[in-house]
T-cell receptor, first 111, second 115 residues
């Protein structure tokens, strides 16, 4: 079946550290891939997306590259801030309005 | 443009009751999807509506149902509530008009507590 696996959290980093959150997927077909972020008490916000192999999505200093050969879509940021503390979800979509999510990775950034 | 709005934001119900949640999509969006978020199961897809028709359905019992109106607003209903239905229910809208994959924009959610 189709699924998404994320690295387990929580991840705790110091401000200005480098961030990587691993995400791998299994899909029958060619999915679009997304990263969403959820701040406490809020809904999900779209962070970035990629729709085909080798596409790089980027937004607010975050980047992720769609790697078909390794079925991965790892999230990276060069220098995290306290305000980046949130839960990050990797997701895939094959068609229509159905997103399949990973379990989420909680990020905590300390000053 | 206004974002996705959901009402109510918080709800407390008793086992056996039923509940209706409402979602207004971003103006011009015709696709509305619903998700359940719990600590144990994470984010799970409930169903998607497009042009008043259910287009996709997740693996939930028949107690969970939904509908969409001609103005694209959507409601979901849960009948005979169980303790396990306590969750954050998220609605998302998208400009998706076909079978391709489009990004979805989420509302703030309705926090349902069943006692």
């Amino acid at each position: 079946g189709n699924s998404v696996t994320q690295m387990e959290g929580p991840v705790t980093l110091s401000e200005e550290a480098f961030l990587t959150i691993n995400c791998t997927y299994t899909a029958t077909g060619y999915p679009s891939l997304f990263w969403y972020v959820q701040y406490p008490g809020e809904g999900l916000q779209l962070l970035l997306k990629a729709t085909k192999a080798d596409d790089k999505g980027s937004n607010k200093g975050f980047e992720a590259t769609y790697r078909k050969e390794t079925t991965s879509f790892h999230l990276e940021k060069g220098s995290v801030q306290v305000s980046d503390s949130a839960v990050y979800f990797c997701a895939l979509s094959l068609k229509g309005g159905k997103l399949i999510f990973g379990q989420g990775t909680e990020l905590s950034v300390k000053p | 443009k206004a974002g996705v709005t959901q009402t109510p934001r918080y709800l407390i119900k008793t086992r056996g009751q039923q509940v209706t949640l409402s979602c207004s999509p971003i103006s011009g969006h015709r696709s509305v999807s619903w998700y359940q978020q719990t600590p144990g199961q994470g984010l799970q897809f409930l169903f998607e509506y497009f042009s008043e028709t259910q287009r996709n359905k997740g693996n939930f019992p028949g107690r969970f149902s939904g509908r969409q109106f001609s103005n694209s607003r959507s409601e979901m209903n849960v009948s005979t509530l169980e303790l396990g239905d306590s969750a954050l229910y998220l609605c998302a809208s998208s400009s998706n008009t076909g079978t391709g994959s489009y990004e979805q924009y989420f509302g703030p959610g309705t926090r349902l507590t069943v006692t």
